[in-house]
């Protein structure tokens, strides 16, 4: 064996050399380091994104490899054809084998070095924050897979010509099948459309993409480079083909084993893809099983065992994709981890099929259609995505996967409440809110549950709670949403409840945005309009004396923090609640906000315990350290339209981190427990909405929060750690950090234009004033002609104050979207440095090596050359 491979090392050794003994491999890889960091770094929606990550450029690394992958193999084959070394290199001692090997690996190093370069990639991802090392090493092992894959293609095309630029050309078409094969649907549907683009290069990559080293992909990329090569082997052997007109014809056979290769290829493919097997490569392992849901799966009761049957359709648009195989791969480790407890099927299910009669009939799982904005070409516009589960007497149906749903703490969630017969119950007190909906007579029409009440009826048996009667005694939490919408006679009853240490989730808000007419504060009646008069908030004064806690109800809490370039049009009374806010904005230590990453609050409050105060006041979540209040009455304001907000508003941070939720809980056994949220727009429906659709980097922990809250007030803890179980959401926090300077700079130029506006409004009152106190001080005037004149004078100033008033603000809007212009001017200009650095330097060290090189070349090939050989510089020979 030794004896066998010394001759591809040789060839391998030449081929190296001799690509970087030429500037144009050099070049070459500069190139691609250029063109792969502008992919990366130089498209708007890197920024826009915020993440820390390569996605940007994973989008078209394949594409990218079909215009750099042929110039590395063009010359494997057409450059030994054209100087006629390729007869040398075929009269050595050593197999078609050993020398196709040898050139392939010479070209896989010398594409492998161009990665090594690329690495610059995630020096700036490190410069600009935190990336997931685990998910760029799976990342980087997709690179070199799918380039080796492709070098093995490229090949094929040098080895059917001696010309560099024709081998370019046919190497290039070559590459582009197996990536371009990813938009199938344009000329096949249905099955056979997903098989091919299931063999395309950029479908094998979307999973390394993705933190993940899937099996199927490692063996895809190694056959299909493997049965290249053999094809390489084939063709470089026609040499030896007989040319006789009885010898049998060769080109056929082998044209016969291509297509045998093609058929092992996909067949290993699809093999793998059945059995599985991956490994996660995530810093949060969010691909794999978590160590809660092995727990549960072996603790259930193996005389109860638990049947899930999942009705899946085979063909799906791809938005639905991920979810189908990641219900199919987990209910397959389910079944594998739970043994006899858990019995899972996964029955391929599609429209007027036995199937499909039984899901409906069965368990009422119906077709979804799919949006039109989300259907391809050969998948149906109808789909099953749902999942059954039995134990015992105990059903329980999930109709249909959104894309967006955690899937294993959906199906372990199912598990849970069909292997226990007891649910807990959940009380929801009847306020001015209609959570449970109903017919809404001002409008004429039936309006649906709220989203809450379904995602706990998953968990918990949910009933409304009348506030007029005494509540029911076996509750085991019981949620309050805006208690100051009650009536005065039903708080009292509330605060009895309370003080019994009945645990308690009050969810109360300063103005509510989905609703602010609910405001704790009372609404002046427009002038403009005629109905009844307004409401009368309830005073809840003797219930938070009772939790020893403080509502400022007039606060309304802002922050100037931002993670999402897209909104940063939002006024900062829109609070994103994150740990990248340098400040510890979600309790570390307790489990409703442990391991959350971003939750939003949308006019929220605050709240603060009381001194003296005889219970425990333990934070859950705070804004950030450039934050502050705003007054109700400053905000809101009454108009011939209605109640409207104010804009423009100067905000001037203070030192304080305002907390706007917490728990609470009596210092004895028996005492007091609630969870007190100071915004009820958490709970709005757009959260839960974008929860479902999955919307990329819009992944709030707004539901989760929710349901954590009121698992820990009923005392069901089991789902806490695997419902926030997600992808970390890592930040450019350098590129924050750089424009929190600009924007620091907007809001002390937007308050000094409030101060400036304020002072010469003020200037403006004291010359009126002024004016009509010189007058009034004159006696040289009867009464009746003073007062006359201080009337003309008044009016004279008042129009000339109003125009004043009129021209000073118009000048303070002026100068404040010129600060806001100039914000953006800078935050672009900053954005811009960074693209321009990261694109011009990434290539710098590519081309350090070709100087060095080419440097120390010149030095060797000098120092062997007799010094009176040499011609000085301006030194003429005779």
Known sequence: ????????????????????????????????VFLSAVAAFWREGFFLNNLANLDSLNEFFPYLLIFF???????????EKRTGTDELLLTLPASDLDIVLGKFGAMFAIYTVALVFSLSHVIVLLFLGSPDFGLLFATYLGYWLTGGAMISLGMLGSLLTANLTVAYIVGALLCSIPVFIEHAEALFSGRAERLIRGLSFVEQFRDFASGVIPLS?????????????????????????????????????????GLALVIAVTSVTILAGKLGGRIDATAERIHSLSPTTKELLRGLDPDKPVFITAYLSQDVPRRYLQTRNNIATMLREFDSIGGDRVHARVVTTEKYTDEASEAQDRYNIQPRPVPVFEQSAGAPNEIFLGVAFR????????????????????????IRVVAQSDKKKIGVLKTGVELFGGFDFQNRRRTADWSILSELRKQYEVTQVDANVDYPEDLDALVVVLPNTLA????????????????????VDPLPAFNMELSPQQIPPSPFQQGQPPRTPADLTSVFDVLGVQWPSEKIVWDKYNPHPQFRSLPPEVVFISPNNEADEFNADNPVTAGLQEVVALYGGTIQAQEGAETEFTPLLRSGKDSGTMLWFRLVQQSFLGVQLATNLPHEPDAESYVMAAEIRGKSEGGVHAIVIADVDVMGEQFFQLRAQGVEQLEFDNVTLLLNAVDRLAGDESFIELRKRRKRHRTLETVESLTKVYEDQRMEETRQAEADADAQLEQAQKRLDDAVAELRARTDLDPRARQIMIQNQQQAENRRLTVARKNIEDQKQRLIERSKAAMETSIRR???????AAVA???????????FVSARRLR???????????VEKGEKKD
Do not use: C
């Open 841 to 851: 330097l990434s290539p710098v060290p590519a081309f350090l090596l070709f100087l």
């Open 488 to 507: 005065q006679t039903d708080v009292a009853r509330l605060k009895n409840y309370v003080a019994a240490g009945k645990p308690t989730l009050l969810m």
């Open 1 to 32: 064996m030794k004896q066998r491979w010394h001759l591809p090392k040789a060839i391998f050794r030449r081929e190296l050399t001799s690509y970087f003994s030429s500037p144009t491999g050099y070049v070459f890889i500069t190139l691609f």
């Open 860 to 870: 060797r090939e000098q120092a062997h050359v007799a010094r009176e050989r040499l």
């Open 217 to 257: 992909g490692l063996l895809y990329f190694a056959a299909f480079t493997a049965a290249m090569l053999y094809l390489n082997v084939a063709l470089l052997g026609r040499r030896h083909w007989s040319t006789a007109a009885d010898a049998p014809k060769l080109a056929r056979h082998y044209w016969a084993r």
């Open 391 to 414: 134990a015992g007497a105990e059903e329980f149906v999930i109709p249909f996967f959104d894309p967006g749903l955690p899937v294993e703490y959906e199906l372990m969630r199912s």
């Open 69 to 79: 992958i042929p110039a590395i193999t063009m010359s494997a084959w057409a450059e």
């Open 830 to 836: 900053v954005e811009g440095s960074i693209k321009v």
